[in-house]
């Protein structure tokens, strides 16, 4: 293990374009559940109730208590020494991005500059049925939300199951993937598309893959190394 950890810390160190993909797994040390660990959210609340677009089309309100009580648990948790150790990386390599899944806005809040969030984030909404988008950190948003541009439903800016993500976010992670010199890969199941496709793409352009997870995954097999541990313990030994 502690041989593992070397080699892992001097391709982090020693590598021009370091990459990270993070996923729910950075944040369940803070305390943000994740959806398919022990105690994901989804043994509570079916996600095809509520993180569809046809769930918000049936029933916008049960949606909304449902984003509620998310931003209510996310506004009580902060950042863990694993998102921390990405901002030190972030100060130390020559070139850094980070990509997220996570819609908690726990890396900003850390400190990470160069960060893509891939499925938007908690504290945006946006409108069902224009393109008006706006920040709104009240941790309660009353029933129902309207639109001061088109008086339409607004909606949390997050990319729902079955949704596309946005065109010009996602090319820029294709990007950062396929110049990747040394790709973390950390607390993710990687099954959720495209997301989990960016780890093949750095793979396939020559990128040393660094796994952290509690447990294998589908990419495990492609990984060059694979730590299996907390990324709050590891992380901040690979800085
Ligand atoms: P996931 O729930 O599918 O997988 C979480 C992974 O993290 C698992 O593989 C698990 O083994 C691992 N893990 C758990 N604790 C860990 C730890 N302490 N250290 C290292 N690894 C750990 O999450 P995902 O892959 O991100 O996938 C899914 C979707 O979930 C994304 O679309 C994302 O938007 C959404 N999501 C986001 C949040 C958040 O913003 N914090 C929370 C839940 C789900
Ligand atoms: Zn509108």
Redesign the pocket.
Known sequence: MEEVIQEAKSKVLNSKRLVALT???????SG??????KD??WQRHRVTDLATPEAFAKDPKLVWEFYNWRRNLISKVTYNP?HKALVALEKIALHFALIT????D?HRKAGSKNLIEL?GN?WWVCCSRCRFKAEDRRVSIPFPPVCPECGGMLRPN??WFGESLDMTILNNAVKEAERAETFLV???????QP?ASLIGIAKKNGAFLIE????P?EVSSISDISIR????KILPRLT
């Open positions: 996923g729910a797994g950075i944040s369940a040390e943000v559940p994740t959806f398919r660990g994901g959210i694993a899944q996570n819609i908690d726990l499925h908690i997050v990319v950390i607390g993710t199941s990687a099954v959720v997301a952290i997870n509690l447990e995954t541990e907390k990324a709050a």
